[in-house]
């Protein structure tokens, strides 16, 4: 005999067989998460993105031990606004426009991240104080001491987040004040595991000696050669190319290195796409390596968007 539908509601509504019930579809969410990072159409993802943030956020918040959900939300979020609200940004600074709504979207997706990311911390035993306040020294003790592999995404997506936020406000002295605590985060981890997140690391630390003026302890030639370290080491990883694209050659408006890069990127986007099937079966390189699409597509977006602006840039 069913078991009528007003019975089941008033059952899931039962706190105890509810989170019992959140807590056994954590893993897939866990799971749909990890399979994002496939996804090879940014339009796709900037579509479907929220909605799949706003159902894990809700799921969450009525069971906020879930630590699966904690943890995709502070990813999903941080994500997003990289690869969607930044990318976005990207078009408005070089079209020179105005709009203020994408830099506002990401602060705000940014934000939630890093909040996400503490909340998450502070049920390991990190409080937001002990990050403020404790020494580089007391403070890798303290992630020694807590933390383990299980932990290493949060702490990469809460220090982009934090990161990313200081760098979008950088008239904010107080913020931008904590940059050592945000390398300390990537210190930490990427001693951990250096491939942690497929070339995070690799990506942090040339955008950070290469993007900062030496007046502010910045390294433009250490961070052009990290660049060009990590493009050999992860050479399906688009992104990264992307970045020294956008982080050391258009602010030195370099066109004849542009041109260079832009010719390997539009071959290697043609490889990674791989829209010839005449046989129906993808031949392309880049299939053992699909972990790397959502990169891939962000960085295909941003180059279509400097394309675009190119004669504006150079």
Not at 1 to 16: A, E, I, Q
Not at 92 to 102: I, P, V
Not at 137 to 158: A, M
Not at 274 to 286: E, G, K, V
Request: hydrophobic share 40%; with cysteine; glycine share 6%.
């Amino acid at each position: 005999m069913r078991m009528p539908y007003l019975l089941l509601l008033l059952l899931f509504s039962c706190g105890t067989i509810q989170k019992m019930g959140l807590r056994s579809v954590g893993p897939l969410f866990k799971n749909a998460g990890d399979l994002s990072v496939r996804e090879r159409d940014w339009n796709f993802f900037k579509a479907s993105a929220p909605g799949n943030l706003k159902v894990s956020e809700l799921l969450y918040l009525q069971d906020t031990e879930n630590e699966v959900l904690l943890r995709s939300l502070v990813k999903g979020y941080a994500g997003y606004a990289f690869g969607v609200s930044e990318t976005l940004m990207l078009g408005d600074e070089l079209s020179g426009s105005e709009s203020t709504e994408n830099r506002r979207e990401a602060i705000v997706m940014y934000t939630r991240s890093l909040d996400y990311g503490f909340d998450y911390l502070e049920k390991q035993g990190i409080k937001r104080n002990d990050v403020l306040t404790f020494s580089e020294d007391d403070l890798l003790k303290k992630f020694d001491h807590e933390l383990n592999e299980e932990d290493y995404s949060v702490v990469v997506y809460t220090a982009q987040a934090w990161a990313s936020l200081i760098n979008l406000q950088k008239d904010n002295m107080n913020l931008i004040s904590h940059i050592p605590k945000v390398k300390i985060f990537f210190d930490w981890v990427c001693r951990k595991d250096p491939k942690v997140e497929l070339g995070v690391c690799s990506i942090f630390f040339a955008q950070y000696e290469g993007s900062r003026p030496k007046m502010l302890g910045g390294n433009p030639e250490k961070g052009r050669i990290l660049y060009e370290e990590a493009m050999l080491k992860y050479p399906k990883n688009l992104l990264i190319r992307m970045g020294y694209i956008q982080n050391m050659l258009l602010p030195a408006f370099d066109k004849e290195l542009y041109e260079k890069e832009a010719r390997i990127l539009t071959e290697e986007f043609a490889k990674w796409e791989d829209l010839n099937r005449d046989d129906l079966q993808n031949h392309s390189t880049y299939r053992v390596k699909e972990d790397y699409n959502l990169f891939n597509a962000i960085a295909k977006k941003r180059f279509e968007i400097i394309e675009k602006n190119k004669s504006k840039i150079f």
